[in-house]
């Protein structure tokens, strides 16, 4: 039932790096977009970076861009984030979503997973 599951969170000090991953049980194919959002205690949910179907459309959010890279492995059903430099106001519980489109938008199918814990110390 679980369609996506996150792991590679944890506990880092600032300036270091982690690779988040997420492995899909749904298929990740060209009718598939994916992307990571987070969000920090008290906060409102953030999309951090999105990549298309076809990995050539990425969106990174302002306070990321140059330190976070996003990409896909269709083959493998997985989407990583990158995330280098790390900051204390990285911290948050990151979230891995896709989009499966239809013919018909009807039919389109969105998918979150549990989330994985990012929290970065000084």
């Known amino acids: 039932q679980v369609q996506l599951v996150e792991s590679g969170g944890g506990l880092v000090q600032a300036g270091g790096s982690l690779r988040l991953s997420c492995v899909a049980s749904?298929?990740?194919?060209?009718?598939?977009?994916m992307a990571w959002y987070r969000q920090a205690p008290g906060k409102q949910r953030e999309l951090v970076a999105r990549i298309s179907s076809a990995g050539s459309a990425n969106y990174f959010v302002d306070s990321v861009k140059g330190r976070f890279f996003i990409s896909r492995d269709n083959a493998r059903k997985t989407l990583y984030l990158q995330m280098n430099s790390l900051n204390p106001e990285d911290t948050a519980v990151y979230y891995c979503w896709a989009k499966r489109y239809a013919l018909s938008p009807k039919y389109d199918s969105t998918y979150w997973g549990q989330g994985t814990q990012v929290t970065v110390s000084t």
């Open positions: 749904i298929s990740i194919d060209s009718r598939t977009d």
